[in-house]
């Protein structure tokens, strides 16, 4: 069935580092959604990403698709302790196509 | 708007019980779907329903039953819980059964099977 493969799995950055996860897919996907998941807490809705080659941006954190709609990273810039989390990348499921498939997602643990 | 619902938050079972997991939603949602979060795999779907009286199985359903006689609730249950059922467990609703609608996340209940 449909996979998204998300890497890395876990990354510790010191405060004001920068922060890239991957998100890859082995067949394209007509969209693809970011969450974040604080510690103890539950996936919150970041952005959903729709066009080939689209770029979106929240402050301090990037979105990209591929121009293949096969791939799509997070790139934070400057991270803080408030980015502290598990990102996970969700893209459409094979047969059921209204489901959403996550990633594995990427831990992010900060030092202050 | 209370969102997603879910009841309880904690829970300890002994192999062999029984139980139900409770989700509502007060956003008129017609999707509503259950996910179970274990360390390293990620989100995994169990369950997922796309109106009231219409259910179906997601990617791990063994050991689970569903039921969706309403719009709003959407109970999971556990017919005799095992260790490997032992997991954190999120009902999430969209407004409709697509993927570009986003997901709206409860608060969890974690499990643990002994």
């Not at chain 1, 709609?69 to 934070?76: A, F, G, V, Y």
């Not at chain 1, 459409?92 to 990633?103: A, E, K």
């Not at chain 2, 360390?39 to 039953?65: C, F, K, W």
């Not at chain 2, 709206?104 to 499990?111: A, V």
């Amino acid at each position: 069935g449909q996979q998204v493969m998300q890497i890395p799995q876990y990354q510790h950055v010191q405060e004001g580092e920068d922060f890239t996860t991957y998100c890859n897919s082995s067949t394209t996907l007509s969209n693809i959604q970011w969450y974040k998941q604080r510690p103890g807490g539950h996936p919150v809705f970041l952005i959903q990403l729709v066009k080939s080659g689209e770029v979106k941006k929240q402050k301090r954190l990037t979105f990209q698709f591929g121009e293949a709609k096969k791939n799509s990273s997070l790139h934070i810039t400057a991270t803080q302790t408030t980015d502290v989390g598990t990102y996970f990348c969700a893209g459409p499921g094979g047969g059921s196509q209204g489901n959403l498939i996550f990633g594995k997602g990427t831990k992010l643990s900060v030092k202050p | 708007n209370a969102g997603v619902t879910q009841t309880p938050k904690f829970q300890v079972l002994k192999t062999g019980q029984s139980m139900t997991l409770q989700c509502a939603q007060d956003m008129n949602h017609e999707y509503m779907s259950w996910y179970r979060q274990d360390p390293g795999m990620g989100l995994r779907l169990i369950h997922y329903s796309v109106g009231a009286g219409i259910t179906d199985q997601g990617e791990v359903p063994n050991g689970y039953n569903v039921s969706r006689s309403t719009t709003e609730d959407f109970p999971l249950r556990l017919l005799s819980a095992a260790p490997s059922q032992t997991s954190v467990y999120f009902c999430a609703s969209s407004y409709s059964w697509s993927t570009n609608e986003k997901l709206f996340f409860g608060s969890g209940t974690q499990l643990s099977v002994l």
